[in-house]
């Protein structure tokens, strides 16, 4: 379909605004420039708490996010997009509140290392020390073991990815669950949704093309499935909730990873957002599709982690064209 008619003012607001080209500005530029300003009043959790955990770099950053009622809840770490570059624990402070309000999940936001400074594996192994840590801890954190789950939203959905192939590998901590949200998965460029949706549609093909750089300067590690997952074996992953939207260059490596995971027999349910760009989850002021999705991920969040057990298999309804939901 169209361009949600929603999105098409934020576009001309997004161009007036004038982000900085990654490629000619500093970091400091850049990163100050992604910083978005905080609702006035933000959504209501429980408890917020930040602490640090040990970390291969030194201490990792976490603020942990409370539901209302009694415990233990389920808990969901969360790793930041940003394209491994840019983000931190308040870029994405509404995202998870809400999430954490919906779900009645925990939830633990990650402050990994940043490229360049810190590049592939070293978020990665800042996410997987996170985990680790969480589920060593759980009962001092007051949360399930039996219900850890990882997400993540672009860069962030590719960490949470990569983490449930690097527990696999080194045989835990156990995930029952993951969330990929528009999720980077390969580096291939040259997708038809990058030819089709690599310009003007706030994440650009260039954009991508520079975080990749940052990230992975060594172009040979970019075939590690630590780095693309969508080049790993997916047989024993967890299952998976998988969104996309329509307009993102990084729409197909999503779809497509969702049928990789299938195939591999995991099961998955995956939803393409019709009109939306990269990054709409988090604008529930513009964008009612925005709601809408964060909604469905809470209610995917509770069913997939009601028990602890793993859900029903549940297939994509249309895999011709990696698009379509199954809800």
Do not use: K
């Not at 513009?286 to 999705?293: G, I």
């Amino acid at each position: 379909m169209a361009l949600d008619p929603q999105v098409i003012p934020l576009l001309a607001q997004l161009e007036e605004a004038g982000f900085p080209d990654p490629g000619e500005t500093s970091l400091e530029e850049l990163r100050a420039a992604a910083v978005f300003p905080p609702p006035e009043v933000p959504t209501p959790v429980a408890a917020v708490e930040e602490f640090e955990v040990p970390g291969p770099g030194g201490a990792v950053p976490v603020r942990c996010y409370r539901p209302e009622g009694p415990g233990p809840h389920p808990l969901v770490l969360f790793f930041h997009g940003g394209g491994w570059v840019v983000g931190d624990l308040d870029s994405h402070d509404e995202t998870v509140r809400r999430l954490c309000a919906g779900s009645g999940a925990a939830f633990a936001s990650v402050a990994y290392r940043l490229a360049p400074e810190a590049p592939f594996p070293a978020p990665l192994e800042d996410c997987y020390a996170a985990a680790a840590w969480a589920a060593q801890n759980a009962a001092t954190l007051g949360v399930d073991a039996t219900r850890l789950a990882v997400a993540g939203d672009s860069a962030g959905g590719n960490l949470a990815a990569a983490l449930c192939l690097l527990a696999r590998e080194r045989g835990g901590p156990a995930i029952a669950h993951q969330v990929l949200i528009y999720p980077v998965t390969d580096a291939d460029l040259d997708t038809a949704s990058y030819r089709d949706h690599g310009e003007g549609l706030f994440l650009t093909r260039a954009m991508m093309q520079w975080f990749w750089d940052q990230y992975v300067p060594d172009a040979a590690q970019r075939a590690s499935p630590l780095a693309a997952p969508l080049a790993g074996d997916a047989a024993d992953l967890p299952p998976a909730t998988l969104l996309t939207a329509e307009y993102d260059p990084l729409r197909d490596e999503g779809a497509a990873y969702a049928r990789h995971l299938e195939a591999a027999g995991v099961p998955v349910r995956y939803r393409d957002f019709p009109g939306m760009i990269h990054g709409f989850l988090g604008m529930t002021d513009l964008l009612s599709q925005a709601e809408a999705a964060q909604g469905w991920l809470c209610a995917r969040l509770r069913e997939a982690l009601a028990t602890g057990t793993a859900p029903p298999p549940a297939g994509l309804s249309r895999r011709a064209q990696g698009r379509g939901s199954t809800r």
